[in-house]
């Protein structure tokens, strides 16, 4: 060979000349051949590729560890993985696995690694920084009508250390606004996202509402202000199917809602609901990336013991787009109910789904929605700001397709980062907005998670 005819010229006296320099050379040739084989090697376990090229047997899983969930149970981890102890690594799948995690909302920070543990062996770590997932919080609400609200809200987003939610709620209106009356709420809400190892979910919630606070608790509109109690139980089970980060479901649910209210309003509004969804948004904390959509109809029938014969159809489509902090969310919605008292169980517009509007101020049996939001990059790593507009229409059939029944509303606001607690942006939006009836208002919002 080669090589080997000009190790025989040089021979011994070749040898014998070498200088110092010439073997740090050669010695730092040889570091940096290893050091890129290395390279080489640490490349294909990184993408889930045999270490010994396509021919040799890939690195597998011979252990996940789990560090820092302190509340949060095991198994729930454990369902969210992808890479399962045995299995040949991957790290497209590693890494849509810290995803799903992170998508739960429970945690603050999500990171992996990837460790040797021999021959073809590798170690999982997967770290986590868990937020405050317990929110008591007391309400102060002041409406746009002058109706001052004081409550307590609290939610337990990690029920159990499983994933669960468990939505305690008391309010009492105290029925200051023009024509109010002094009312009160409770309610309690479970959400189970999985039920054991099943594909199946369950939510149910029951709720008592007087007075003012019955429009919260009631599918029939325009209770508000008015003389009257609701009382609602309901129940939701979902099928999902979990592709990736993905999460497609279908769903089905009943409402029992009894309402004594004024005379030529029913007593009873009992509906079935039939749904299905797809939700494909990756959560990075602050920022959002993805979209989601969903679609439904709502049947009110003297089947289900309903004094209303309705069908209410609705779908949204979401989209946010991310470019490092930079956010924007675009969303439009709509529906329409048919049948005989459409108008009863049809849809409210204004307030926090049209910002600018007075809240529920637009009611019909249909409707159509568009919003559009930008979420600025955040400053000092917790202050960030955002813009909106918001534009739709509820009404009748021809009201949908009139522009003389547009609003429209947009505005500014800041967005806090309160990264240790779940659902943790505080939000202060200023809007502006005008009606159907050209009358232009100024409205303030405070919340606790983004709008959108």
Same mark, same amino acid.
């Given at each position: 060979m080669r090589c080997a005819r000009f190790a025989t010229r040089g021979g011994a006296g070749f040898a014998a000349r070498r200088s110092p320099k010439f073997d740090c050379l050669r010695g730092a040739a040889r570091w940096l051949l290893v050091a890129l084989l290395l390279r080489v090697a640490g490349g294909a376990v990184a993408h889930g590729q045999p270490l010994g090229g396509a021919d040799a047997a890939p690195a597998r899983i011979i252990a996940i560890e789990f560090v820092g969930n302190h509340r949060t149970k095991q198994p729930v981890l454990v369902r969210e993985m992808l890479v399962t102890v045995g299995q040949p690594f991957d790290a497209h799948q590693f890494e849509d696995s810290l995803q799903r995690l992170r998508n739960l909302g429970l945690f603050f920070r999500v990171s992996g690694e990837v460790q040797p543990a021999g021959p073809g062996q590798v170690v999982l770590t997967v770290r986590v920084v868990e937020k405050w997932a317990v929110l008591p919080l007391p309400q102060v609400d002041l409406t746009e009508e002058g109706d001052v609200k004081l409550g307590l809200d609290y939610t337990d987003y990690n029920f159990r250390g499983q994933d669960q939610r468990l939505n305690l709620k008391f309010k009492h209106a105290l029925g200051t606004d023009t024509?109010?009356?002094?009312?009160?709420?409770?309610?309690?809400?479970?959400?189970?996202?999985?039920?054991?190892?099943?594909?199946?979910?369950?939510?149910?919630?029951?709720?008592?509402?007087?007075?003012?606070?019955?429009?919260?608790?009631?599918?029939?509109?325009?209770?508000?202000?008015?003389?009257?109690?609701?009382?609602?139980?309901?129940?939701?089970?979902?099928?999902?199917?979990?592709?990736?980060?993905?999460?497609?479901?279908?769903?089905?649910?009943?409402?029992?809602?009894?309402?004594?209210?004024?005379?030529?309003?029913?007593?009873?509004?009992?509906?079935?609901?039939?749904?299905?969804? $797809? +939700?494909?948004?990756?959560?990075?904390?602050?920022?959002?990336? =993805?979209? &989601? *959509?969903?679609? #439904?109809?709502?049947?009110?029938?003297?089947?289900?013991?309903?004094?209303?014969?309705?069908?209410?159809?609705?779908?949204?489509?979401?989209?946010?787009?991310?470019?490092?902090?930079?956010?924007?969310?675009?969303?439009?919605?709509?529906?329409?109910?048919?049948?005989?008292?459409?108008?009863?169980?049809?849809?409210?517009?204004?307030?926090?789904?049209?910002?600018?509007?007075?809240?529920?101020?637009?009611?019909?049996?249909?409707?159509?929605?568009?919003?559009?939001?930008?979420?600025?990059?955040?400053?000092?790593?917790?202050?960030?700001?955002?813009?909106?507009?918001?534009?739709?229409?509820?009404?009748?059939?021809?009201?949908? $397709? +009139?522009?003389?029944?547009?609003?429209?509303?947009?505005?500014? =606001?800041? &967005? *806090?980062?309160? #990264?240790?607690?779940?659902?943790g942006v505080a939000r202060l939006d200023v809007a502006y907005g005008t009606g159907p009836d050209g009358v232009g208002s100024l409205k303030v919002y405070f919340g606790l998670k983004q709008p959108l």
């Open positions: 024509g109010g009356k002094a009312g009160e709420s409770a309610s309690i809400a479970y959400d189970v996202p999985q039920v054991g190892e099943s594909p199946y979910d369950v939510s149910t919630g029951v709720g008592l509402a007087t007075h003012n606070e019955a429009a919260a608790r009631t599918a029939l509109t325009g209770t508000r202000g008015g003389n009257a109690t609701s009382v609602d139980f309901d129940l939701d089970v979902g099928r999902f199917e979990r592709v990736k980060t993905w999460r497609r479901r279908s769903a089905l649910g009943l409402t029992v809602n009894h309402i004594t209210a004024s005379e030529d309003q029913p007593r009873w509004l009992n509906s079935l609901r039939l749904s299905r969804s $797809v +939700d494909a948004v990756d959560d990075f904390v602050y920022t959002f990336r =993805g979209f &989601r *959509a969903g679609g #439904g109809v709502q049947l009110f029938s003297d089947w289900f013991g309903s004094e209303v014969s309705a069908a209410k159809i609705t779908g949204e489509y979401t989209r946010f787009w991310k470019r490092d902090e930079h956010n924007v969310v675009g969303k439009v919605s709509g529906g329409y109910t048919f049948g005989v008292g459409a108008r009863d169980v049809g849809f409210e517009l204004g307030g926090g789904n049209l910002r600018g509007i007075d809240k529920a101020s637009l009611r019909g049996a249909g409707m159509w929605l568009a919003n559009l939001e930008y979420r600025s990059p955040r400053a000092w790593r917790w202050l960030g700001g955002a813009c909106f507009t918001d534009l739709g229409v509820a009404g009748e059939e021809a009201d949908l $397709v +009139d522009p003389s029944h547009l609003a429209a509303g947009g505005g500014v =606001g800041v &967005r *806090a980062t309160i #990264g240790r607690l779940v659902k």
